[in-house]
C-alpha cells in the first residue's frame, strides 16, 4: 500500500504548486524542483458551473465520457473527406428552397442580424432575382417570405456572412469513412465581397460569373478528375506553411494542382479558363472554404454521441456566438454574444469600424487547423502578436482544451505532434482557457467588406451553458 | 494636406505583417493617415479611390513596397516616415520559450512525469476538486488551504489511502519532504526522525527541537489539523507510521496532535505495536496510560517530544536545561496586586494549545477560542477575560486575512489593547520563523511592543512580555537576531514552546499568590 509513499522518500522531490506563488520560491530555494501553474477558479468559481463540472466528474460519469470522447475524436481523425464534386446549392443542399437564405452561426432573424449579414442577404437576393435593388431585397427579407436558416443545419458551412442562396455552387465533400456530406460555397476571392457584407454591382456580377462559368467549369472538372482527397491536401498545406484557416497560398496551390488538369479538359473556352485561373490566382484564400467543408464533414461525423463533451460546431453570426456538443446531438446551440476581434486592419479602418466576431469558419479550430495551428504558420504570427515562439504557445495552450492529437494532420515545428483534436467542454471551463480563433474582420455596416483580420474567443457563456446541458443529460 | 510618398524597389513583406505595420503606423501620435503596402494592382486601385496614387506610386510594381503617409499638423513628412520606416525593421525576438504555463494539475502532471507531489493552495470551495485531480494523475498532496469541509477531507483521505499516496492537510500546511520544506516549515537538518504531525506549527516545533538537540528530521508528514478527529480517523497518521514503519531512513517516529478523539486516538496508538521502530507520542493533553499500554513512549510535551524521539533513535545523552524561574521572581516582585492574569497571543494553534494546557494543570480558568470547554470559550470579538489564550491562526480570526504568521496585525493590535487591561501581568507571544512566515516577525512586532510597555508604564504598571522564537539556525532570518530584538526591547526570551508554557503556569502561579 505504502509503496508510493516509499517511492516519493527515495526519489528528488517534484512539486506542482497550486495557488500560491511564495511557495515556489521557498521550493525552488532549497533546490527542488516547482512548477506553478497558472491557476485560476475552475468555471470561472461560478458554483452552478462548478457543480455541473463536479457532476461531470463523477467517475461513472467521467468513465462513459472518457469512452464518449475516444470515439468522438476517433471519428475526427479517421474520417477522410473527399471532394467529389460542385452544385447548385437547389440541386444539393438538403432542404434548400428558392427562398431559403442559409447564413453563418446559430439561428438568427433577420431584425437581430449583424451589418455585414444583412449586406449579404440583401445582395444575395438581388443575384437571385426576388428583389430588383437592395431596397427592395431588405423589404422581403424583413417580410417573412424568405425562409433564414442556419448553414451548419443543412450539413453546410458559410465562411463570414455564409449567406447562401439557391443557385450559388457549392462544394461537395463526402466523407469516405463514415458516408456523410458537408457543402459550402465558392471563395469569392477579394476583400468587396457578399460574404463580407458588401453587395454593390462588382459583387453581384462576379456572383453571376461565379455561377455562370466557374461553378459550372469545376463542377465538370471534378467529373473527368474524380474524387480529391482533402485531408491529404489539408495535411501537406499545414506541412507548407499554412494554418490553412488566415493562411492558404501552399493549400489553393494544392487544390489548383490537382484540379487544372481537369479545368483544362473541361468544354469551356480558353478565355474562360484564362478567366478562371486568374481567378484563382487573385487571392490566397480560394481554397479557404474548402477546407472549411472538409472539416464540417468530419465534425459531422463525430457529431451526436451519447455522452460526449466534444464540441462540434463553433459558429458565429455576428450578434452571436454558438456552440453544440456531440453528446447533445441535433441543433441544440449554446450561445453567448459575439466578441470583438483584435489584430492588423487594412489601411484606413479603425478597430471601432469592425463588426463582431462572424462566421462559420471556426469549424476549422473545431477541428483542430486555423488558430489551433499556429505553430505550424510561422509567416502569419503578425496576427498573434508577433513572434514564432507566441504562435507555437498557442498551439501548445490548444492542447489543454483538447482531448488528443490528430495522427493524420501533423506540424513539422512541434516534431510532427498532431494537430490538437476534440475540445472538450470540460477542459475550457475547467482551465478557463478559450479556443484560439484566426478570422477576417468584416467592417460592421453593410455593403462595405473585409477591413482586417485577427484573432478571437469564444463567450465563455456558451461552454457554461453546454456543461450545464451536459450534467443534466448524464446524470 | 501633407503627404509623402515612397516607394521602395524590390523590397518585399508579406500581406500581414504588412496590415500589421500599417495598423501601427496609424497609431502613431504624427499620422493621420498611413498605407503601407505592396505595389499590386488592387493596393493601387485602393490609392487610386483615395486619390493618392502619384505617377510615382502607379510605376510600383508588385515586388516594390509602398509607403504614403499623412503627416499631422505640425509634423514633418520626413520625421513620420522615419517613424514609419522603424516599424519596417524587423525585430529579433525577445522571447525565447515557446513552453506555456499550464493552468491545471493534469496538464502539469502529464508533461512533467517526474512530478511526484502537489502543493494545494486555493480557495477552500475550490480546494477538493484540485485534490482529486493531483491524486487522480498520481501525485502526493499537500493541502495548505482551510475551510474544506471535513466531508470532503475525508473522501480525499479515503481516495488517498486507496491509492497508496499522501494527502496531508487541510489546515496546519507544513511539511518536509526528502530534506524539502513545503508551506509553512523551518530549515532542519536532514536525520532519522520521522514525524507525523495532525498540527502545524506542533510540527515545527518538534522539528526545531530535534534539530537544536543536535538531530535531524528524515520526513515529517503533516497530516492536517483534522486528521485524528471522529470523522476523519486518522488515516493519513495511520498511513504515516506505515511508511515510516517501512523506511529504512527512519530510526524513530514521532507522533504529534492537538487532543485526538478518543475513538481515534486507540486506533492509531493500535499502529505502535506493528511499527518495529520506537515511536514517542505527544497528544496535547493526552493520558500516558494509553500510550505506555501500547507500547508508545509518552510525551508531556513538544520538548519531551523531541528529546525523547533524539535519545531512543540518536543520541541516548541528548538533555535539555530546565526552566530558569530566577526571571519570574524577579519581575512578580513589580506587579499591582490586581495585576493577576497572563494573556497569551499566538500565531501557532499548537503552541498556544501546549501554554493553555501548562495553565489547565495548574487548576486555573483559562478562556481561549480553542477552548473544549465551551463555557469558557471565546470569539474573535470577545474581550479577554482572567487567563486568556487566543489562537490567532484559528478559522474564526483568518476568515478572509492571511494566517498571522503572515500578516500579524490583528496580534499587533490585540496587543495593545492588552496594555491597558489593568488586570494584565504578563503577554505571551510566539514569533514564527521559516519558509511561509513573516520575513521579520519581531520586527514588525517591536513598535507594538514598545506602545504596550509604554501604555502599561504610563499607569505605573510593569507589563512583562515573553517571547518565543520559532525557528532554526538554518532559518532565515537568524533567530539570534529575532532573539537580541526582543531582549533590547525589554522582553522575556523562552527557549521553547514548553518553557513558554512552564514560564506562563509558574508566573500566574507566583502572582495568584503573591
Redesign the interface.
Known amino acids: ?6 517511492s ?2 527515495e ?10 506563488a ?2 515556489d520560491e ?2 525552488a530555494a ?4 516547482v ?8 468555471g470561472g ?1 461560478k ?1 452552478e458551473i ?1 457543480a455541473a ?2 457532476a461531470l ?1 463523477v467517475p461513472e460519469v467521467a468513465a462513459r465520457i472518457g469512452e464518449a470522447n475516444a470515439l468522438a475524436v476517433e471519428r475526427i481523425a479517421d474520417s477522410q473527406p473527399m471532394l467529389t464534386g460542385f452544385g447548385r446549392a437547389i440541386d444539393v443542399v438538403p432542404g434548400m428552397t428558392p427562398t431559403t437564405i442559409l447564413h453563418a452561426g446559430p439561428p438568427i432573424t433577420w431584425d437581430r442580424m449583424a451589418g455585414a449579414m444583412k449586406g449579404a442577404v440583401t445582395g444575395a437576393l438581388v443575384f437571385e432575382g426576388l428583389a430588383a435593388d437592395l431596397e427592395g431585397a431588405a423589404a422581403l427579407a424583413a417580410s417573412g417570405e424568405i425562409t433564414f436558416s442556419p448553414c451548419h443545419e443543412h450539413d453546410c458551412v458559410g465562411s463570414m456572412a455564409g449567406v447562401t442562396s439557391a443557385s450559388m455552387y457549392m462544394h461537395i465533400v463526402h466523407n469516405e469513412t463514415y458516408g456523410n456530406t458537408a457543402y459550402t460555397n465558392l471563395s469569392e476571392q ?1 476583400a468587396k465581397i457578399l460574404r463580407m457584407g458588401a453587395n454593390d454591382e462588382s459583387v453581384i456580377e462576379r456572383l453571376v460569373w461565379m455561377r455562370d462559368v466557374l461553378g459550372p467549369m469545376l463542377k465538370e472538372a471534378m467529373e473527368i478528375g474524380g474524387p480529391v482527397d482533402l485531408r491529404l491536401l489539408l495535411s501537406q498545406a499545414l506541412h507548407m506553411g499554412d494554418e490553412c484557416h ?2 492558404n497560398i501552399a493549400g489553393t496551390l494544392l487544390l489548383l494542382q490537382a484540379l487544372a488538369p481537369s479545368l483544362l479538359q473541361t468544354g469551356f473556352t480558353t478565355e474562360q479558363k484564362k478567366e478562371v485561373f486568374d481567378f484563382i490566382a487573385s487571392s490566397d484564400y480560394f481554397s479557404g472554404p474548402t477546407w472549411l467543408a472538409m472539416a464540417k464533414a468530419a465534425m459531422d461525423a463525430a457529431h451526436g454521441i451519447e455522452g460526449s463533451t466534444i464540441v462540434t460546431t463553433m459558429a458565429r453570426n455576428g450578434v452571436e456566438f454558438g456552440v453544440r456538443v456531440s453528446g447533445l446531438g441535433g441543433n441544440q446551440w449554446f450561445t453567448g454574444p459575439a466578441q470583438k476581434v483584435v ?6 479602418y ?1 478597430p471601432e469600424d469592425s463588426g463582431l466576431d462572424i462566421g462559420d469558419s471556426a469549424i476549422s479550430e473545431t477541428y483542430g487547423f486555423g488558430g489551433f495551428a499556429m505553430a505550424t504558420a510561422p ?2 504570427v ?2 498573434v502578436g ?5 504562435a ?2 498557442f498551439t ?2 490548444m ?2 482544451i483538447t482531448t488528443a492529437q490528430n495522427p493524420n494532420v501533423t506540424i513539422p515545428m512541434l516534431d510532427f505532434q498532431g494537430i490538437p483534436t476534440g475540445i472538450d467542454v470540460r ?1 475550457v471551463l ?4 478559450l479556443p484560439v480563433i484566426n478570422t477576417a474582420i468584416a467592417h460592421k455596416e453593410a455593403g462595405i467588406g473585409m477591413i ?2 485577427g484573432i478571437t474567443h469564444p463567450p465563455v457563456e456558451a461552454f457554461e451553458k453546454a456543461a450545464k446541458a451536459l450534467a443534466d443529460s448524464l446524470i | 494636406m501633407s503627404i509623402t510618398a515612397v516607394v521602395k524597389k524590390n523590397t518585399y513583406f508579406d500581406s500581414v505583417s504588412l496590415m500589421a505595420i500599417s495598423t501601427k503606423a496609424n497609431s502613431l501620435d504624427e499620422v493621420k493617415q498611413a498605407f503601407v503596402a505592396m505595389g499590386t494592382e488592387m493596393n493601387k486601385g485602393v490609392l487610386g479611390n483615395l486619390g493618392l496614387l502619384t505617377p510615382e506610386l502607379e510605376a510600383a510594381g508588385n515586388g516594390d513596397l509602398m509607403v504614403v503617409v499623412e503627416a499631422r499638423e505640425g509634423a514633418g513628412a520626413d520625421e513620420v516616415l522615419a517613424r514609419v520606416e522603424e516599424l519596417l525593421q524587423r525585430k529579433a525576438s525577445a522571447t525565447g520559450e515557446a513552453t506555456i504555463t499550464h493552468r491545471t494539475i493534469a496538464a502539469a502532471a502529464q508533461d512533467n512525469p517526474a512530478a511526484n507531489l502537489a502543493v494545494i493552495a486555493v480557495n477552500g470551495a475550490y480546494a477538493g476538486r484540485e485534490v482529486r485531480k493531483a491524486l487522480e494523475n498520481d501525485l502526493h498532496v499537500l493541502l495548505f488551504s482551510d475551510n474544506v469541509p471535513v466531508e470532503e477531507e475525508v473522501a480525499l483521505k479515503e481516495l488517498a489511502h486507496e491509492k497508496g499516496l499522501l494527502m496531508m492537510g487541510p489546515d496546519c500546511g507544513t511539511a518536509i519532504i526528502n530534506n524539502v520544506a513545503l508551506c509553512f516549515g523551518n530549515a532542519v537538518r536532514p536525520g532519522s526522525v520521522g514525524v507525523v504531525a495532525a498540527s502545524g506549527t506542533g510540527a515545527q516545533e518538534v522539528s526545531v527541537r530535534i534539530h537544536a538537540l543536535g538531530a535531524g528530521v528524515s520526513q515529517l508528514i503533516g497530516t492536517g489539523g483534522r486528521d485524528l478527529s471522529e470523522q476523519v480517523g486518522g488515516i493519513m497518521m495511520i498511513d504515516g507510521i506505515r511508511a515510516f514503519a517501512a523506511d529504512p531512513a527512519t530510526s524513530v517516529i514521532v507522533l504529534v496532535s492537538k487532543p485526538p478523539a478518543p475513538s481515534v486516538e486507540k486506533k492509531v496508538l493500535a499502529e505502535i505495536a506493528t511499527a518495529g521502530k520506537p515511536v514517542v507520542v505527544y497528544f496535547v493533553g493526552g493520558s500516558e496510560e494509553a500510550v505506555v499500554a501500547a507500547g508508545g513512549h509518552f510525551a508531556s510535551g513538544s520538548q519531551d517530544a523531541a528529546l525523547q524521539a533524539v535519545r531512543l533513535g540518536v543520541n541516548p545523552d541528548a538533555a535539555v536545561e530546565p526552566l530558569d524561574t530566577r526571571r519570574i521572581d524577579e519581575v512578580a516582585a513589580l506587579f499591582k496586586p490586581e495585576q493577576r492574569f497572563v494573556r497569551g497571543l499566538f500565531c501557532g494553534g499548537t503552541l498556544c494549545d501546549e501554554s493553555m494546557y501548562a495553565m489547565l494543570e495548574s487548576g486555573d480558568d483559562v478562556w481561549s477560542n480553542i477552548q473544549k470547554d465551551p463555557g469558557r470559550r471565546l470569539t474573535a470579538d470577545s474581550p479577554s477575560t482572567g487567563h486568556t489564550f487566543l489562537d490567532f491562526g484559528d478559522d474564526d480570526f483568518t476568515n478572509g486575512r492571511p494566517h498571522p504568521m503572515i500578516d500579524p496585525s490583528l496580534r499587533l493590535a490585540r496587543l495593545v489593547e492588552e496594555a491597558k487591561d489593568p488586570e494584565v501581568a504578563a503577554v505571551v507571544m510566539d514569533f514564527v520563523l521559516g519558509f511561509g512566515a513573516h520575513e521579520d516577525p519581531v520586527g514588525v512586532t517591536l513598535p507594538a511592543i514598545e506602545q504596550a510597555k509604554g501604555i502599561a508604564a504610563e499607569a505605573g504598571r510593569h507589563l512583562e512580555i515573553v517571547g518565543y522564537v520559532l525557528g532554526t539556525d538554518l532559518d532565515t532570518p537568524a533567530p539570534a537576531d529575532q532573539i537580541a530584538a526582543l531582549q533590547a526591547a525589554g522582553v522575556t526570551v523562552t527557549r521553547s514552546s514548553t518553557e513558554t508554557g512552564q514560564f506562563a503556569r509558574a508566573l500566574a502561579r507566583k502572582v495568584k499568590h503573591a
Open positions: 500500500m505504502s509503496n508510493r509513499i516509499t516519493l522518500f526519489s528528488d522531490l517534484d512539486v506542482v504548486n497550486v495557488g500560491l511564495m511557495f521557498d521550493i532549497q533546490g527542488a524542483k512548477t506553478t501553474l497558472d491557476w485560476t477558479p475552475p468559481g458554483p462548478l463540472l463536479d466528474e477579394m488566415n493562411r489584430g492588423p486592419m487594412f489601411a484606413g479603425k509567416a502569419i503578425a496576427l508577433g513572434t514564432v515562439q507566441e507555437i504557445g501548445r495552450q492542447g489543454e477542459k475547467a482551465t478557463g482557457i482586417g483580420a
